[in-house]
T-cell receptor
Framework: DTGVSQDPRHKITKRGQNVTFRCDPI?????LYWYRQTLGQGPEFLTY????????KSRLLSDRFSAERPKGSFSTLEIQRTEQGDSAMYLC????????????FGAGTRLSVL | KNEVEQSPQNLTAQEGEFITINCSYS?????LHWLQQHPGGGIVSLFM???GKKKHGRLIATINIQEKHSSLHITASHPRDSAVYIC????????????????FGQGTILTVHP
């Protein structure tokens, strides 16, 4: 257990539905990252928060995706009008500091869009 | 061409063998990370390095900044080492600041047979 928790672990939804995932980072970590991993591939960066500010978003993040970290603690990632191509593992990671520190990953939320 | 390339993609070994996984990258980095992912499990950081060599137990990681190349070695491999090993980089400049977002290779699937 790395101390980063994600909920739910698995989500099955029908195409067109909205889904929301939650990430609770290690409490003192100021940085929080969302990544997406499809089968047989390495993770891809989606977005990044420093405290409550969303500082960077990948071009992979379409308008259907939104992420928040309202109080600089937990974060949510919402996908609206899900598509089958959204099926993937969504990983959250957190780190402390202002440089390239070690990131601690949650176990991920596996999304299946039917 | 991906910014981070790993080889081999798949590796099968007998218990006790010495294992090497290679990683090449094409961007400037502030750090390189080696991570381990077990099936169905989360990702765990093994090493973060920006120069030279690091050792932890039976694992050794090296990096050559000039050649933009890193290797992960496992000595006296064991079936419990079976996992996906992922190389990732924090884009930036050595010693410079970075948001710390990671760019990942596609991973190397290692299977160690008893």
């Amino acid at each position: 257990d790395t101390g980063v928790s994600q909920d739910p672990r698995h989500k099955i939804t029908k195409r067109g539905q909205n889904v929301t995932f939650r990430c609770d980072p290690i409490s003192e970590h100021n940085r929080l990252y969302w990544y997406r991993q499809t089968l047989g591939q390495g993770p891809e960066f989606l977005t990044y928060f420093q405290n409550e500010a969303q500082l960077e978003k990948s071009r992979l993040l379409s308008d259907r995706f939104s992420a928040e970290r309202p109080k600089g603690s937990f974060s949510t990632l919402e996908i609206q009008r899900t598509e089958q191509g959204d099926s993937a593992m969504y990983l959250c990671a957190s780190s402390l500091g202002s440089s390239a520190n070690i990131q601690y990953f949650g176990a991920g939320t596996r999304l299946s869009v039917l | 061409k991906n910014e981070v390339e790993q080889s081999p993609q798949n590796l099968t070994a007998q218990e006790g063998e010495f294992i090497t996984i290679n990683c090449s990258y094409s961007v400037g980095i502030s750090a390189l990370h080696w991570l381990q992912q077990h099936p169905g499990g989360g990702i765990v950081s093994l090493f973060m390095l920006s120069s030279g060599k690091k050792k932890h137990g039976r694992l050794i990681a090296t990096i050559n900044i000039q050649e933009k190349h890193s290797s992960l070695h496992i000595t006296a491999s064991h079936p419990r080492d079976s996992a996906v090993y992922i190389c990732a980089v924090s884009p930036g400049r050595t010693g410079g600041t970075s948001y710390g977002k990671l760019t990942f290779g596609q991973g190397t699937i290692l299977t160690v047979h008893p």
